[in-house]
């Protein structure tokens, strides 16, 4: 097949839609499809209205259409630097959007955005869902909120697939050797960083060979490093780090903590519980998240309510003062990640879906 794959952002760098994007070139590749991919870049000041509607996009996107002359076209993150107007360019060719996130929905990007901003979000997503369900064959969702959202909204043609990543192997080294807790993520309100480290700073004394290390920035760094000051050692600010950084730490770890608040904002990952436990990392994440099921199955961590220190610390207690439990409940994550939320897994699902769609445009 020839696949043609669209994205605001080129595949790879460090973001959870992106990373998937890069997987999904290099699978279908050794799939022994012809793969394009186009992407755009992101605007600054006043050109950022384009986002709602950009006809130039939809033109690039339709002259590599008739270029190309795909099997079918695969959206992604269209949204922003692309705008809904490309879900218009792909003349008769069949087309699917897997939706990564909840702007669709019309979710801000952050939660401290203004009402103005949060009311444009809004509007602009209701243009978004129209032109989505007149011009796109079928949606993928990566999660079952998702899934329910997408068909409460009237898209006619929804496919649940799981999100994947990258299988190393089995881990070098068990999580039983290791000791420290790693974060990966915006250091931001949605995403409980700031939570962590109060949590980890009220454990901290009861395990001394135990360091905190986050990968990322955002508005919450300044606090987050205020509080690891009166801690000399034991929390490691990290900031932005390569994609391939970032996994290595986390094999690394004792246990890998995503804490984040859907309250704040919904997402279908994060990527990060998929990366940790395809580590062998056992994961704790909260109440929410839609791949905390992933955890739940395999019993290789720990859920917790979003906001609650005390449970947090506990979990991560758990792990910390226990290295055989963490090995084990490493193991049981790997497992079942292994068996679902891999590219062997998911992707030969997904180019039966493209055949599919070939086959009915064909018809």
């Given at each position: 097949?020839?696949?043609?794959?669209?994205?605001?952002?080129?595949?790879?760098?460090?973001?959870?839609?992106?990373?998937?994007?890069?997987?999904?070139?290099?699978?279908?590749?050794?799939?022994?499809?012809?793969?394009?991919?186009?992407?755009?870049?992101?605007?600054?000041?006043?050109?950022?209205?384009?986002?709602?509607?950009?006809?130039?996009?939809?033109?690039?996107?339709?002259?590599?259409?008739?270029?190309?002359?795909?099997?079918?076209?695969?959206?992604?993150?269209?949204?922003?630097?692309?705008?809904?107007?490309?879900?218009?360019?792909?003349?008769?060719?069949?087309?699917?959007?897997?939706?990564?996130?909840?702007?669709?929905?019309?979710?801000?990007?952050?939660?401290?955005?203004?009402?103005?901003?949060?009311?444009?979000?809004?509007?602009?997503?209701?243009?978004?869902?129209?032109?989505?369900?007149?011009?796109?064959?079928?949606?993928?969702?990566?999660?079952?909120?998702?899934?329910?959202?997408?068909?409460?909204?009237?898209?006619?043609?929804?496919?649940?697939?799981?999100?994947?990543?990258?299988?190393?192997?089995?881990?070098?080294?068990?999580?039983?050797?290791?000791?420290?807790?790693?974060?990966?993520?915006?250091?931001?309100?949605?995403?409980?960083?700031?939570?962590?480290?109060?949590?980890?700073?009220?454990?901290?004394?009861?395990?001394?060979?135990?360091?905190?290390?986050?990968?990322?920035?955002?508005?919450?760094?300044?606090?987050?490093?205020?509080?690891?000051?009166?801690?000399?050692?034991?929390?490691?600010?990290?900031?932005?780090?390569?994609?391939?950084?970032?996994l290595s730490l986390m094999a690394g770890a004792r246990v890998v903590a995503a804490?984040?608040?859907?309250?704040?904002?919904?997402?279908?990952?994060?990527?990060?519980?998929?990366?940790?436990?395809?580590?062998?990392?056992?994961?704790?994440?909260?109440?929410?998240?839609?791949?905390?099921?992933?955890?739940?199955?395999?019993?290789?961590?720990?859920?917790?309510?979003?906001?609650?220190?005390?449970?947090?610390?506990?979990?991560?207690?758990?792990?910390?003062?226990?290295?055989?439990?963490?090995?084990?409940?490493?193991?049981?994550?790997?497992?079942?990640?292994?068996?679902?939320?891999?590219?062997?897994?998911?992707?030969?699902?997904?180019?039966?879906?493209?055949?599919?769609?070939?086959?009915?445009?064909?018809?």
């Amino acid at each position: 097949m020839r696949v043609l794959l669209v994205n605001d952002r080129p595949p790879g760098g460090t973001s959870g839609a992106e990373v998937h994007l890069a997987l999904l070139v290099d699978s279908l590749r050794e799939a022994g499809d012809e793969v394009e991919t186009i992407s755009s870049e992101p605007r600054r000041g006043a050109a950022r209205a384009l986002d709602v509607w950009d006809p130039r996009a939809a033109r690039r996107v339709a002259e590599r259409v008739a270029a190309f002359s795909p099997t079918v076209v695969h959206h992604h993150n269209v949204l922003r630097e692309l705008s809904p107007a490309v879900l218009t360019a792909t003349r008769r060719v069949p087309s699917v959007l897997t939706v990564h996130d909840h702007r669709l929905f019309g979710v801000a990007d952050a939660p401290t955005d203004g009402w103005l901003r949060q009311r444009a979000v809004a509007r602009a997503a209701a243009l978004a869902r129209r032109t989505a369900r007149r011009h796109v064959t079928a949606v993928v969702a990566v999660d079952d909120a998702t899934e329910r959202r997408l068909e409460a909204y009237g898209f006619p043609q929804v496919t649940r697939l799981d999100l994947f990543a990258h299988d190393p192997g089995s881990p070098a080294a068990p999580a039983s050797e290791k000791t420290d807790v790693v974060f990966a993520g915006r250091l931001a309100p949605d995403k409980g960083a700031l939570e962590l480290v109060h949590a980890f700073a009220s454990i901290a004394a009861r395990h001394p060979r135990a360091v905190l290390a986050l990968v990322g920035d955002g508005p919450q760094r300044a606090a987050i490093e205020a509080v690891a000051a009166t801690l000399p050692g034991r929390i490691r600010v990290l900031g932005g780090v390569p994609h391939d950084e970032a996994l290595s730490l986390m094999a690394g770890a004792r246990v890998v903590a995503a804490p984040s608040f859907p309250s704040l904002r919904p997402e279908t990952g994060p990527q990060t519980v998929l990366e940790a436990a395809l580590r062998g990392r056992p994961v704790v994440t909260t109440e929410g998240v839609p791949l905390a099921a992933l955890v739940r199955r395999s019993d290789g961590g720990a859920v917790v309510p979003p906001g609650h220190r005390g449970l947090l610390a506990a979990a991560l207690e758990r792990f910390l003062g226990d290295p055989t439990g963490a090995r084990q409940a490493g193991e049981r994550a790997r497992a079942v990640a292994v068996a679902h939320h891999t590219p062997e897994a998911v992707v030969p699902q997904l180019r039966a879906l493209y055949a599919r769609l070939a086959v009915g445009a064909a018809g």
